[in-house]
């Protein structure tokens, strides 16, 4: 009985790499037919699992869920690989981003439902603004040299809270505009259609996902002019805050709906596989196109060796920042799907203990591999709420309590047999770097026989 | 890079940095508005204010003594030993079973029934606390030898996410029934607890009554707490200063290459190292459990972080620094407990640790890092 | 034979280190390895020392097989090594270095008489005796690297690079010493880049290049080598 | 050799009185330099006498107490090391500092980051722009890299090359940075004999094909004596001698500070 | 080579299909099983809650077993780790729902967990019965609308708290409250808003409110503002571990202000020294001669036994646990088949004696039971009197 399970869900794990591998490997064809067929291919097949035909569905909403947070701990993954795999920065703050990016994006989606539509207005004109006014500052302080970070970060952390100020007063004015046509939960309005409500979610997603880029440049930019170890504490110090400051948003923060402790409830269960897979294929195709251009070179230059990519003509705080904002807005992206996925925010899901999930997935795949990143997430997923739950369910009513014993072990295990993570710095397909074979070329002069 | 002794004060042109004020006014004014709020405060209330801070005095020093082993381990093997704080849990519990089920503190008198019952119950409870140190100690080493030296060479994360793979062990592992179990224990305290109050003088607070208005108090544990701790960090000094042992321990964490060719045994310094930051954690453990009188498998994670913090604040690496990082995290807590609010205690401890170390990236004593290129 | 080195080969990673060296110095003797930077001097001697392993090859010290053997149990047999750089420990006082250098040994009067016969030949270290050894100058540095490595009371001192970043008067003094403690009786490997002072004083000399040794004999006869003469002491 | 005139020629690089100090310690003293378009000049002296300093201001990695670097005119102290970089200025490193886990070709191409010719955009779209710079960018290297010769390891990872084609790794990188400037930190380091003469070959055939200016940190005599047009000569921060390499060769004060009695008559 | 990669991702296709068929078929109960699933945070912040959750709940279900099984079918119970989490919950939750086929799920701790956990099982008709789960939204959703298969087995917040305002109002004369919460636990910030709103309104004056957290031990800092606030009564509505502390360290102090609390305080590990001269609200008192009651501590601490061999006393959450659980029972053996929808029928109707006390189920699916008020005096747990609601 035991031993069927195990290879069930063994057997799980492996066609889910070997969908992975086959989604990499289909999407790194050449042909742009091959990638579009493939991608929708791939989305086509999970979704027909999911589907129930007959009262049968391949996938049952076990596996549906645990896909869904496979897909939303992928982006926040990725984000931190990005981050610390490539960059070279080790961060801890990736999970305080996912929480400013779940909650932001719930916020929009409830307020709307709830005929509220200050949410989407002053977050959007948040962001716009925000961005307005960091690009302008960013441009005046071009003209000084030498400026100090401390002093940047403080006209930065003025200009963002005016724009902030800004955006509420007008969302605020805005709102009656919009509000009649929103109608309540009870009775929506002509803006609450189930169709609207997911052009809302998409762009609450997007939002999301810039404001918690935008909290991680105020954050980043002192921040990560400290050396490694104390970079890493002060991003710990950062998801304690954020976490802090959730407990409070009802008392301390001006959000009721939040409700601190006792959990955000009544949010729209808006993901669907589409958006869990759009946003997931959107982050893995962005990543991938940044690591292999010129900039991405660039962020793993700086990683390598600061001082030489100093040399190299990169400016090292500013590819630090960049790779920082991206990374979060990724994680951004992973909050508001998976608040959307699970209908319910609490503080305790953004607990710093669980901070540590993403790097020990990011550690686990292979620092510097996004594959390796991609496969270990929904193999961590699917082996510890997947597999150990359903193995240690079938031994009886004490063994649950051992899950969490087994999993450091597993832990401590393959840490020790593979300290550089599963896949190394290995990457599937479409994830590869463009090749290039140089063609063979007629060998200009050697260096030392056109002198002497 | 070798240079040369300038005799004389050399004149020093500083270079103009644009807008260097906006900085420091800034964080100029975040100081004046804290100073602002603790000033009113304590001219308010001069007798809450000094019962705050003897309360983060008590924190303060529980801190120092875990964050002493923090500091020590980074400083040798720069790894943030996270499973640190559960060590501490286990000088904890070992004193519950040594205490509650085998009545070790009850020795001296058993043994030697003329003996005084004061003299014998501070026997006793020494010889608890002396059991505990060692249990963590064996326990260190082992951790040590099976999760930490096989990745001696392997990239530092690895042995990061051990750190964490250990901590969630020991932490769960515990929890089970047949273990530790997972319950909140009441923790039987090997002596009472007696407090006194300062009015006109120190007087004893009676059991059952309570100390009169504006009058601060204090107690029997609060003084072991402080006695004990500050213990630890002299013998400490005396070890890393005096003996051959703090020394090579300082050597290798200075230089484990070069201390390699003096004929050290580096791996048995760093094992040493762990017993004796594990050492300390466990009578802190045990101090902690006599204090709070609660155990609980989970009770070192929170502690342990603050320590660590309180470390990385003082200066990784630096004893010293370990000790005032952790008192001034201790006065950040309370003072954050009594005047803003408990639950913003972790944000202002980390707001302080953040600032403070942009203003100093090391640390308060840490060592500025080496030059690049 | 007091050190005997046969065949040795060492990898850094995929990098071919060592590529089969072998040599031998007698009692008594001063041996120099000379060679540019990256020839494979350093990481001879640290595989002599038991910082680096070898995969094939040999080394015997008075007969007995050392290959492999950990850096602390070499040095508790009498091979002291002063690495290159000096790598004093900087926030230990001079003292404190020089006890780390007697940190095999535990008699604390042998250990205290050492130090006495260390002050000797180093009379600077005595005057600094308290103070840090990073706040020592260049040549201070040199000194308490040695007086370091003479505490351990060795038969063989393993010297690597002594004259770097030193100034030529500093230098001589240096290489003076180190005839010194020579004449008492401990048999010297030096390995310097500064190929014109080695050869000075040492009795024979191999040449090292990438990994390979491409020449050896007595020092004089090396110094007039013309390949040495061009490549290393040319101008 | 013959000795070019360069008397005539605009002045590249002019430093005044450069100090820098560490705590109390002065690294570099009153540092003069001066530097024509096109000279080969050597900077010597003894370990810690602080060139490497000079260099690191120069580059912008440390910030001098005080004293002015013109580059071309222009004040470049106080500027980021990358911003005096896309300026003109590239150097390469004592101990050297290739990006150790990247191939060799990415390590050239990051050098070209600061003019690849498209944008963060058009890396994200995959625009044609991108695929076509990319692809020049690409051949660019490689053939940049067939004139030292190191175009069939393109695809080796930096780190596993013997020492001899690191270093040459590395300044065929400095020179990808299009620099008119080139710092030269101990190239010959670690080089057998007949490496540096390979090495004295190519410093000539890439001044010349590349126009540089160099400037060279350099212990090995044979190859400062050989291919420098001038010498500076430092010790304890301060400059103590500027010649010719003939006249540094006599310069007493040199002999005595730095090439010591032996190498005049080894010489 | 190109041709052998694509056969690849055929037969990688292929094996999801085939990978999903053994695990991911479910099927339907047993006819002669019950499946009934505990979700209970084993790991997590609080394992020891999960722990004695589980164990009331399986006493209850070893008892009906042992009485031949509900409608003649044997109880198979599945015990899931939910961790006190909403991710693992909400996991729990679709393991055992599609996965095993369970229709009753008892279940979990804490609200923030039983929310999510919540809405899965009533969009599927499966009948939830959590049995401590306070915050209201477990049972009604956002919009005001009960949720029809949601159950619980305790008390929601308002009702201890006002229970416990006038308790103190009332009983203790007290005119001043100081309010001591942990803002992150609903459980707790509930219970005290509502204290604070019934105190206030019967014309007590609140003099201090001060937050912690649970991973707190030290908390000198708030009781000095205590004693600087000199109130009549300390309201402390937590679980009996910072009940411990709380009130180990204000004796020491020498505070003597009583405190109040509510149903957390209720465990065989509350320190009677330290709480002597508190009280709490609470199900049931543990005097109460009621068969139920002395059957279940009789029966629970012969099952089951500390690390000293002793028998364990049941705490608040043990007894709660088994309550929702026999209730479920109960409510299937009324109703007469396991349709879900039946069965939260006769729970709506259920007339209930169980430990905790008589148990109806009001519109929004709490249950309607009287609160006991219990004075810790001379080293026990003494009966005060009785609230009806």
Not at chain 1, 367 to 388: D, K, P, Q, R, V
Not at chain 2, 350 to 367: C, D, K, M, N, Q
Not at chain 4, 208 to 216: H, M, N, Y
Request: contains cysteine; hydrophobic residues 45%.
């Amino acid at each position: 009985m035991e031993l069927g399970f195990l290879l069930g869900s063994l057997l799980k794990i492996i066609a889910i790499i070997a969908y992975i591998y086959g989604l990499m490997w289909v999407l790194g064809r050449p042909s742009i037919w091959a990638k579009i067929a493939g991608l929708v291919g791939a989305f086509a097949v999970v979704q027909l699992a999911l589907t129930d035909i007959n009262g049968f569905r391949l996938l049952n909403n076990f596996d549906n869920g645990l896909l869904f947070q496979a897909c939303a701990m992928t982006m926040v993954a990725l984000g931190l690989n990005l981050i610390y795999g490539f960059n070279g920065q080790f961060s801890l703050g990736q999970w305080g981003f996912y929480g400013i990016g779940a909650y932001a994006a719930a916020d929009i989606t409830y307020r709307w439902i709830n005929g509220d539509a200050r949410g989407l207005l002053v977050l959007g004109l948040g962001t716009l603004l925000g961005t307005l006014v960091l690009i302008g500052i960013n441009t005046w302080l071009q003209r000084f040299r030498g400026i100090p970070v401390l002093s940047s970060f403080t006209l930065y952390l003025i200009g963002a809270l005016i724009a902030g100020t800004v955006a509420v007063y007008l969302g605020n004015q805005l709102n009656p505009l919009i509000t009649p046509l929103l109608g309540t939960a009870g009775e929506p309005g002509p803006l609450n259609t189930p169709a609207v409500q997911q052009i809302i979610y998409f762009l609450s997603v997007i939002l999301a996902g810039i404001f918690a880029a935008q909290i991680s440049f105020l954050f980043g930019l002192p921040v990560l002019t400290l050396g490694s170890d104390y970079f890493g504490i002060a991003t710990l110090g950062f998801t304690i805050v954020v976490n802090t400051l959730m407990v409070n948003s009802d008392t301390i923060l001006p959000f009721p709906e939040m409700k601190g402790g006792r959990g955000m409830i009544g949010i729209p269960k808006l993901t669907t596989w589409f958006s869990a897979f759009f946003f997931m294929m959107l982050v893995i195709i962005i990543m991938r196109n940044l690591i292999h251009s010129s900039t991405g070179r660039s962020l793993v230059a700086v990683r390598e060796d600061e001082v030489a990519a100093k040399a190299m003509g990169i400016d090292v705080a500013g590819a630090k920042l960049f790779a920082f904002v991206v990374g979060s807005f990724f994680a951004g992206l992973g909050g508001a799907v998976y608040a959307h996925y699970i209908g319910f925010l609490s503080p305790g899901t953004f607990d710093f203990l669980a901070g540590f999930n993403p790097l020990i997935i990011v550690v686990f795949g292979g620092l510097g591999s996004m594959t390796g990143t991609i496969t270990a997430t929904f193999g961590w997923i699917f082996f510890l709420e997947g597999m150990l739950r359903v193995l240690l369910s079938q031994m009886g009513t004490e063994a649950p309590t051992w899950r969490f014993v087994l999993y450091p072990i597993t832990l401590l295990l393959l840490m020790l047999i593979r300290p550089q993570g599963l896949l190394g710095s290995v990457e599937w397909g479409f994830l590869k770097g463009p090749q290039f074979t140089p063609a063979p070329r007629s060998r200009p002069e050697p260096a030392h026989e056109s002198v002497a | 890079m070798q240079t040369v002794q300038v005799p004389s004060t050399p004149v020093v042109y500083h270079r103009q940095q644009p807008l260097l004020w906006v900085g420091r006014g800034f964080f100029a004014i975040l100081g004046l508005l804290v100073l602002y709020i603790l000033g009113t405060n304590l001219i308010k209330n001069p007798t809450l204010f000094a019962q705050i801070f003897i309360s983060g005095l008590q924190l303060g020093f529980v801190y120092a003594m875990i964050a002493l082993g923090y500091t020590m381990v980074y400083g040798i093997v720069k790894l943030i030993n996270f499973a640190h704080g559960d060590v501490f849990m286990v000088g904890a519990f070992t004193s519950f079973y040594a205490v509650s089920k085998y009545r070790l503190h009850q020795w001296p008198n058993t043994v030697f029934p003329n003996l005084d019952p004061g003299i014998g119950v501070i026997i006793g409870a020494i010889t608890v606390i002396l059991l505990s140190m060692l249990v963590c100690m064996i326990l260190a080493i082992t951790i040590e030898r099976v999760a930490y030296k096989p990745l001696r060479d392997a990239p530092r994360i690895s042995a990061l996410i051990t750190a964490i793979g250990v901590s969630f062990f020991l932490e769960f592992y515990g929890a089970l029934n047949f273990v530790f179990s997972p319950r909140f224990i009441p923790y039987e305290r090997p002596f009472e607890v007696v407090a006194w109050y300062i009015k006109d003088g120190i007087h004893r607070v009676l059991p059952g009554q309570q100390a009169p208005e504006n009058s601060i108090t204090f107690s029997n544990i609060f003084l072991i707490i402080i006695g004990v701790s500050i213990l630890i960090q002299l013998l400490l000094q005396y070890l890393v200063r005096r003996t051959k042992i703090g020394i090579a321990m300082r050597a290798c964490s200075y230089d484990r290459q070069a201390a390699r060719l003096m004929g050290i045994d580096v791996d048995r310094v760093i094992s040493f190292t762990f017993a004796v930051g594990a050492a300390f954690a466990g009578a802190g453990g045990v101090l902690y459990a006599i204090a709070y009188s609660l155990i609980w498998t989970q009770l070192g994670i929170l502690p342990g972080l603050k320590a660590f913090v309180a470390a990385v604040l003082g200066g990784i690496g630096s004893i010293p620094g370990a000790f005032v990082g952790a008192l001034i995290m201790g006065q950040a807590e309370a003072m954050t407990m009594g005047y803003i609010s408990t639950p913003m205690r972790d944000a202002v401890a980390f707001t302080i640790l953040i600032i403070v170390l942009l203003l100093r990236p090391t640390g308060i004593f840490g060592e500025p890092e080496k030059e690049k290129a | 034979m007091l050190l005997e080195v046969h065949n040795l080969n060492v990898y850094y990673g995929a990098i071919h280190a060592l590529q089969g060296i072998s040599f031998h110095v007698e009692e008594g003797e001063i041996v120099t390895l000379i060679g540019a930077n990256g020839a494979g001097k350093s990481t001879t001697l640290r595989t002599i020392s038991g910082l680096l392993r070898t995969r094939t090859g040999y080394i015997r010290y008075k007969g007995r097989d050392i290959t492999n053997t950990p850096a602390q149990e070499i040095v508790k047999m009498g091979i002291s090594h002063v690495p290159e750089g000096r790598k004093i420990f900087a926030p230990l006082t001079v003292r404190e270095n020089l006890l780390m250098g007697a940190y095999t040994r535990n008699d604390p009067n042998e250990i205290q008489r050492t130090m006495e016969r260390v002050f000797i030949s180093f009379p600077r270290l005595k005057e600094r005796i308290n103070q840090l050894g990073g706040t020592l100058s260049g040549g201070e540095q040199q000194m308490l690297a040695m007086g370091r490595g003479l505490m351990s009371r060795p038969t063989l001192l393993l010297l690597d690079e002594p004259s770097m970043g030193l100034s030529p008067i500093l230098v001589e003094e240096i290489f003076r010493i180190i005839q010194e403690i020579n004449q008492q009786g401990t048999s010297i490997l030096l390995v310097e880049q500064n190929a014109h002072m080695a050869l000075s004083i040492a009795h024979r000399a191999y040449v090292l290049e990438t990994g390979r040794i491409v020449l050896s004999g007595t020092a004089k006869e090396v110094a007039e080598n013309p390949m040495v003469k061009a490549a290393y002491l040319g101008v | 050799m013959e000795m070019k005139s360069n008397g005539n020629k605009p002045t590249v690089l002019e430093i005044r009185g450069l100090t820098k100090f560490f705590g109390g310690l002065a690294a570099v003293r009153n540092f003069d330099l001066t530097l024509k378009q096109g000279e080969l000049v050597g900077l010597i002296g003894p370990n810690g006498a602080g060139k490497t300093t000079v260099f690191n201001m120069i580059t912008g990695l440390y910030v001098p107490t005080s004293g002015e670097i013109y580059f071309n005119g222009t004040n470049v102290v106080g500027l980021e090391p990358h911003e005096i970089t896309r300026m003109g200025i590239a150097r390469t490193f004592q101990n050297i500092r290739l990006f150790p886990n990247l191939t060799v070709l990415d390590n050239v191409r990051i050098a070209y980051h600061p003019h690849c010719g498209y944008t963060l955009t058009d890396g994200l779209l995959r625009t044609p722009r991108f695929s076509a710079k990319e692809k020049e960018l690409t051949e660019q290297a490689l053939n940049f890299l067939s004139i030292f010769q190191l175009d069939r390891i393109y695809n080796e990872v930096a780190k596993n090359l013997p020492y001899g084609e690191q270093r040459r790794v590395e300044i065929a990188r400095a020179l990808a940075c299009n620099p008119q400037l080139l710092l030269l930190d101990e190239p010959a380091a670690g080089m057998n004999p007949r490496e540096i003469i390979e090495l004295m070959d190519l410093i000539h055939f890439i001044r010349e094909r590349f126009d540089l200016t160099i400037l060279l940190i350099e212990h090995q005599m044979r190859v400062v004596m050989g291919i420098c047009e001038w010498i500076t000569v430092m010790d304890f921060g301060q400059v103590i001698a500027r010649g010719t390499p003939k006249e540094i060769q006599e310069n007493p004060l040199v002999i005595e500070a730095y090439l010591g009695k032996g190498v005049t008559h080894v010489a | 080579m190109r041709s052998v990669k694509f056969l690849y991702v055929v037969l990688a296709m292929a094996m999801i299909l085939a990978a999903c068929a053994p695990t991911g078929g479910g099927g339907a109960a047993q006819p002669k099983e019950l499946k009934v699933a505990i979700l209970a945070p084993l790991s997590g912040p609080v394992p020891t809650f999960g722990v004695s959750t589980r164990d009331g709940a399986l006493m209850a279900i070893d008892e009906w077993n042992a009485k031949g099984g509900v409608l003649g079918m044997k109880i198979v119970p599945i015990v899931e780790d939910s961790q006190c989490t909403p991710d693992p919950a909400v996991n729990a939750a679709n393991k055992v729902i599609d996965q095993d086929g369970v229709k009753f799920i008892i279940g979990e701790v804490c609200s923030k967990a039983s929310i999510p956990v919540s809405e899965i099982a009533n969009a599927k008709g499966v009948i939830q019965i959590s049995p401590t789960s306070t915050n209201v939204n477990v049972t009604v959703d956002s919009q005001g609308k009960v949720k029809p298969y949601i159950f619980r087995a305790c008390f929601i917040d308002p009702f201890q708290g006002q229970v416990g305002a006038k308790f103190a109002w009332e009983k203790l004369g007290a005119k001043k409250a100081f309010i001591m919460l942990d803002q992150a636990n609903d459980y707790v910030k509930g219970l005290a808003e509502e204290f604070e709103k019934a105190f206030t309104a019967l014309g007590g004056e609140v003099v201090g409110k001060a937050t912690y957290t649970a991973k707190d031990t030290d908390f000198s800092a708030i009781l000095a503002q205590v004693a600087e606030a000199k109130p009549d009564v300390v309201y402390l509505p937590d679980y009996y571990n910072v009940v411990n502390l709380v009130t180990k360290q204000a004796k020491e102090k020498g505070i003597n202000v009583p405190f109040v609390g509510g149903d957390g305080w209720d465990s065989a590990d509350l320190d009677l020294a330290a709480a002597d001269g508190g009280y709490f609200t609470n199900h049931y008192s543990p005097d109460d001669p009621r068969p139920e009651v002395q059957n279940f501590r009789k029966a629970y601490g012969e099952k089951y036994k500390d690390e000293n061999g002793n028998p364990k006393v049941p705490d608040a959450l043990a007894a709660l646990a088994y309550d929702a659980t026999n209730l479920l029972f109960e409510a299937i053996t009324q109703a007469g088949t396991t349709d879900t929808a039946k069965v939260k029928d006769a729970l709506e109707k259920i007339k209930f004696s169980g430990v905790s006390g008589q148990i109806t189920f009001d519109a929004n699916h709490n249950p309607i039971k009287s609160a006991v008020i219990l004075a810790v005096k001379d080293g026990a747990v003494k009966f005060e009197t009785v609230v009806n609601p």
